[in-house]
């Protein structure tokens, strides 16, 4: 079966510092990875997805992520915070005929 | 604009009262979804759609019910049967719904018990 791990269910940083959010996943296959953005109260808004075509995945408004096979890992970087970046994130894999969500990180940006 | 709407924002639902939430799509997508979404928890697939006429149940379809009559509407009814409705539902779509495919969100539905 499938399954995502987001380690954090908060962070922290500060504006214009780097930003790290962790994804771990499992799947019995080759996985389709995706990351999500929602702002309260809001839809979900694909920022990135990585389909095996390259292993790092730029996505929109500056994150990125880099698919690790030997770490089972998807992490979310952004080199520099924005005020406007404060959302919940969802590390997702896809499984058989569906998709599988991580529970999310909250992450906080103080002035 | 293409995209995915539902209506109402917000829902209020009173004791033994079936309601239901609409979703609609205009971008030309045959896969349709619902998903259900509580605080601290990932999205849960509640219902899904390959093809007009056709759906399958997710992981939690019980309470829940759906039609797909059309290619570009998916309506979602909780009934009286759910006892625990109150939570954020979201409407997606995707173009076959494939293994891999992104799916697209739509603004979601606020559902409240009164």
């Known amino acids: 079966a499938q399954s995502v791990t987001q380690l954090d269910s908060h962070v922290s940083v500060s504006e214009g510092t780097p930003v790290l959010l962790r994804c771990n996943y499992s799947?019995?296959?080759?996985?389709?990875l995706f990351w999500y953005v929602q702002h309260p109260n809001k839809g979900l808004q694909l920022l990135l997805k990585?389909?095996?075509?390259?292993?790092l995945v730029k996505g929109i408004n500056g994150f990125e992520a880099e698919f690790k096979k030997s770490e089972t890992s998807f992490h979310l970087t952004k080199p520099s915070a924005h005020m406007s970046d404060a959302a919940e994130y969802f590390c997702?894999?896809?499984?058989?005929?569906?998709?599988?969500f991580g529970t999310g990180t909250r992450l906080l940006v103080s002035p | 604009d293409g995209g995915i709407t539902q209506s109402p924002k917000y829902l209020f639902r009173k004791e033994g009262q079936n309601v239901t939430l609409s979703c609609e799509q205009n971008?030309?997508?045959?896969?349709m979804y619902w998903y259900r979404q509580d605080p601290g928890q990932g999205l849960r697939l509640i219902y899904y759609?390959?093809?007009?006429?056709?759906?399958q149940k997710g992981d939690i379809a019980e309470g829940y019910s759906v039609s797909r009559e059309k290619k570009e509407s998916f309506p979602l009814t909780v009934t009286s049967a759910q006892k625990n409705p109150t939570a954020f539902y979201l409407c997606?779509?995707?173009?076959?719904?494939?293994?891999?495919?992104?799916?697209?969100f739509g603004p979601g539905t606020r559902l409240l018990v009164l």
């Open positions: 997606a779509s995707s173009i076959q719904g494939v293994r891999g495919e992104t799916q697209y």
């Open positions: 799947s019995s296959y080759s996985p389709s």
């Open positions: 990585y389909t095996s075509a390259a292993t």
């Open positions: 997702v894999v896809t499984g058989f005929q569906k998709l599988v």
């Open positions: 971008l030309n997508h045959d896969a």
């Open positions: 759609s390959q093809i007009v006429n056709d759906f």
